[in-house]
């Protein structure tokens, strides 16, 4: 863990949501899904373990996901956890020291922040993009402007297999 988090700066926020076109047009669906988790996951160092959940009636459902290991929370019902919290408010939740927050439910014991972004379809939620941190307070609102902008253009891949 470290003290001072590697913050995104606005370059590099500028530079990802640059090539997430090019992302998300590489494939449909869940294809599109999974190369937006590898991409997130796979260019910023604080971002740990990314995932998307997909609302399946009163339940979110794990439907793609990048880092070291596999969650048990595969199923959340609407209303629980950080994820559970952030799909039933429909708006974005950050919370910088997972260790705090009696909502947070525990994927992995190395998380120390966690960000949740939910993905919106005509003004309902369909999914959210879940974000977890080793670094305590890893999140700014650059990560937030980015994870919304890449929510918006993933909202279209959310409603294809
Ligand atoms: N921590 C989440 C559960 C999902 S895992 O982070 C992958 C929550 O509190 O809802």
Known sequence: ????????????????????????????????????????????????WVGIYLVQGADLVLDAWAGPAATEHTRIPIGKGVCGFAAKAGRTEIVSDVGKDPRYLECFTSTRAEMVVPILNEGRVIGEIDIDSDQLDAFSSLDRELLEAVARKLAPQCRAP
Do not use: C, F
Request: aromatic fraction near 2%; hydrophobic fraction near 40%; charged fraction near 25%.
């Open 1 to 48: 863990m470290k003290a001072t988090p590697e913050r995104l700066s606005r370059e590099h926020a500028r530079e990802i949501l640059g090539r997430m076109d090019s992302v998300i047009s590489s494939a449909q669906g869940r294809g599109a899904r999974d190369a937006v988790v590898k991409a997130l996951n796979g260019t910023i160092p604080a971002y740990s």
